[in-house]
């Protein structure tokens, strides 16, 4: 396996970090501008329009018989790999390396940086209809589910990239450390069987862990590849095309999310650098060996001497007179003990 260096990767993205785009809330209206910027080196095409009627682009680029297919922001409310792609946009369309000349020239890539701009503008997992584009894809009711359809069908990829946020709530398992990136090979049925392309898909997965490991070591997770028989990267394994989720998670301290939007870029620069490079992806066992995803936070606990008067408190994002609001509420909960917190406070009792 090929791995890029970390001081290589460290000063392409200091230099081509896409500085308009910032925090959680991203909205087609953040990203519309950029498309422009990028149009001389990138194809850029309206795929189609969301249920209330807002653009959804793809851009493509690449000359290589590899075909990836990228896509992010299918909930709403999961911004992070957006904005990181957009800091990968700038890679193509202002530097000049050799690993994006390999990647160019072995791989043609399409990216959808906002499949659900009705739900990134309304901050909310669900698209303008209330569907959960994530569990549609068998019926696809959503015009934005089956947007996503027609282009894989068309396009026929090799790989794809199904990119999302996940919540603060994970950790890494065996530690007191944040997921601040988790990967999953989807299953493609109950038995989770590991089939030649869950196989490829896991190798792709070893060689953006093994990175990862080099920066942040044990903040790297593996979510549970339970099979969902409606969800999108089931299915389309199932289908023959090879689908690698990132979770992008809390780093701390990171409540904007804008590390791990950097660790987000990494994963996904070396992940595509990887397919570029690599003529077999037979190696997977090293998958196993990646933690588990362990729901063991919350974001702030009020600890006393009377463990039954602990208080956890979870933070909630919303869409209040136009501005993003993060606001802490408790949670109701017996105990906390087997709970840590990003944040604890411990309060001492009174002696008298």
């Not at 992070?80 to 020239?105: P, V």
């Not at 669900?126 to 589910?145: P, Y």
Request: proline fraction near 3%.
């Amino acid at each position: 396996m090929h791995i890029l260096s970390t001081i290589f990767l460290k000063d392409l993205f200091k230099k081509q970090k896409e500085t308009s785009l910032f925090g959680k809330w991203i909205t087609f209206e953040h990203i519309k501008g950029l498309f422009t910027k990028h149009q001389v080196v990138f194809k850029i095409q309206e795929l189609g329009l969301s249920e209330k009627g807002i653009p959804i682009n793809t851009l493509k680029i690449g000359s290589g018989k590899k075909r990836i297919l990228v896509w992010s922001q299918m909930h709403g409310n999961e911004s992070t790999a957006t904005r990181a792609l957009f800091d990968l946009f700038n890679c193509f369309s202002k530097a000049t390396n050799e690993a994006l000349e390999t990647i160019l020239k072995e791989c043609t890539l399409v990216f959808i940086p906002m499949l659900n701009p009705d739900g990134a503008q309304a901050y909310t997992r669900v698209n303008g209809n209330n569907i959960d584009l994530n569990r549609d894809a068998v019926s696809r009711i959503a015009k934005e589910s089956k947007l996503l359809r027609n282009v894989l069908e068309e396009f026929d990829p090799q790989f794809c990239f199904n990119l999302h946020d996940q919540r603060t709530i994970f950790g890494v398992e065996g530690t007191k450390n944040p997921a601040t990136i988790s990967f999953l090979a989807p299953s493609e049925e109950e038995t989770r069987a590991l089939t030649n392309g869950r196989k490829q898909t896991m190798n792709v997965i070893i060689a953006m862990n093994r990175l990862l490991q080099k920066m942040i070591p044990n903040f790297v997770a593996r979510y549970t590849d339970e099979f969902y028989p409606t969800a999108t990267g089931d299915n389309f394994q199932k289908l023959g095309y090879n689908t690698i989720l990132i979770e992008s998670g809390h780093y701390p301290d990171d409540y904007d999310r804008e590390i791990t939007r950097e660790y987000t870029f990494y994963a996904i620069f070396q992940g595509i650098y990887h397919i570029a490079t690599s003529s077999t992806f037979k190696e997977y066992e090293e998958y196993g060996e990646i933690p588990n995803n362990d729901k063991i936070f919350y974001d702030v606990i009020h600890r006393y001497s009377d463990s039954k008067k602990d208080k956890a408190f979870q933070y909630k994002d919303e869409i209040i007179n136009k501005k993003f609001v993060s606001k802490l509420v408790k949670v109701e909960e017996i105990t906390f003990k087997s709970k840590i917190a990003h944040h604890e406070i411990v309060f001492e009792s009174k002696k008298h």
